[in-house]
């Protein structure tokens, strides 16, 4: 193998954990901060009732669209039907742009950008939401 | 409550004005920008982004009836004193004239209007409800929540003449919200920009 190429291998073998860290690291999230960025869900949303939108109580492990009684949009109960279950990962992704990430759901809403606010508002949920 | 005793010698001055001024403004300006607007209509029936529209709409509608109802278990609380009472009632006005304009605006849109619930069905926390200072910090926060949903709603709309409606209510929610937190003792404007 030439020496360039070595040294090329060498580069990308040295770098790959540290871009694995950088991916893999998402903000830690402080359920105090969080607890105020909820009070931009609180139109619609309660922890222990539901309201325009379902009760947050017992979210975290929840499948999607399943709050018992609740009137979901279809889109959203297909996805549960799916499989899909709310944990950080979904919550993620959902919170920054949820009519992207499930088209049809009624949660007329463009989103948290911010990634550190989105982990600091599920960590919030996950602390607010323990139970069901 | 003490603490409160200055802000509600604001309120008397802000009540004369908003009394006088606060009812026919939002209606006479919303029903141009939404229900009045024929090519409203015309132009979303041609859209595939009418449902869409429709549905965000009938979100804030429902937000906005359980406000009027949650007003309406505030000023029936007995917790509520002069002037912060009429204050109160006004605010339901306020809420009454959006859900009006938004139910018009989805049937406008061919759509249907959800239809508000009987108040014990919004379930709400009376229990933790003991003081003026409570139904009003409960007051706040849905005022607070209702700035963010129509901040959140505004980008979405298909049509433009229904993101400005929503900036339109959406100032009269952080009016309300800066009131109420005024009458807390709080700042009644912490920041800079809504989120």
Redesign the interface.
Known sequence: MPKFFGTAMFLIVAAAPVAFVLAADPPRGDPVRGEKIYGRCMACHSIDRDRTGPRHKGLIGRKVGSVPGFNYSPAMRKAGEAGMVWDEATLDKFLENPTRFIPGTRMGYAGIKDAQERADLIAYLKKASAGS | MEAMQPSFRLFSARRLFLTRSGQTVLSAAAVALLAGSESLAAEQKKSGAKT?DV??L???L??EQ?AVAAYQVGAESGLLQKPVLDLAVQFQGHHKAHADLLAKTVTKLGGKPIEAKRTAE??F?VETLKTQADVLRFAA??E???V??Y??????FANRDLSKAAASILGDEAMHWAILRQALGENPVPDAFV?
């Open positions: 869409s549905s965000i009938n979100t804030a429902g937000a359980e919004y379930k926390p926060g849905l607070q929540g209702a963010s949903a901040l959140g709603a505004v980008p979405l989120s």
